[in-house]
């Protein structure tokens, strides 16, 4: 392998990934949504960036083709995690009416919600299905999504028009269709919940008290209106308490909680 730059082609990245599989200690299960979002990564050039929004991008970019080259799969993913953070935005760029309007409301400001949900939604996503992201900053989380299990529509809800600009950028980097993903720039609290919702994912888009708890309220509501089996995936867990007791948690390790109506 000595020799290769930043020529490294497609098959070049897939070849290093699989042989290093092995070091990992991963689930076989979660092997190939990994590896393709590592080759996803590595393999696609820098987002167009003309306001410099991702200052360590190529920086991050580089370094993680450099860790395909050696034989350490724990440094390849720390720096994978890294450029994925960092294409996250957890610096997220909100106005100060936003900030105060997200401290109001108990929201995080654009935590990455790490690739876990990605990694375990494959069983849970089909063709047809329309996800849904409450709170999804640049939408990246529910991009990947999009790009690892094509549906029919994702639609990404987020208060800051400017993340929504960026996420049309991370949109076009990732190759995605302009009608499979609606944007809707708006509060969480103030929109109602998009009718028929099969998958939906969310990062503690507020707090469960005032304007949230009604948010919960509304959104555990129409959730129960669906006629379709619906599965959530839910980071930092605060819609237990107003599902009805046929959402079942199929999965929870403290961070992620899995619910599906059975």
Known sequence: MKGLDDTMDLETIASRLRHLWDRSGLEEAEREP????????????????PDR????????????????????????????????CHLHMYDAP????????????????CHAGGVSPLLKAGPWIGADTVSADFGAGNGLQGLLFQKLYPHRRTVLIELSGRMVAIGRRLQEWLGIEEDRVEWQIGDVCRLEPPDRLDFVYLYRPVKPFGEGLRFYQKLAASLERSPKGVVIFSIADCLRAYLPAHFQVFYTDGHLTCYRRT
């Open 94 to 109: 909100y106005s100060r009416v936003e900030r105060q309007r997200m401290n109001e409301t108990g929201g995080y400001w």
């Open 53 to 84: 929004t991702f200052p360590e991008q190529s920086r991050l970019r580089s370094a993680l083709r450099e860790r395909l080259l050696g034989e350490d799969w724990d440094a390849l993913e720390e720096t994978f995690l890294e450029l994925y």
């Open 34 to 49: 990994l590896l393709r979002l590592m080759s996803l990564f590595a393999g696609l050039p820098p987002v167009p960036d």
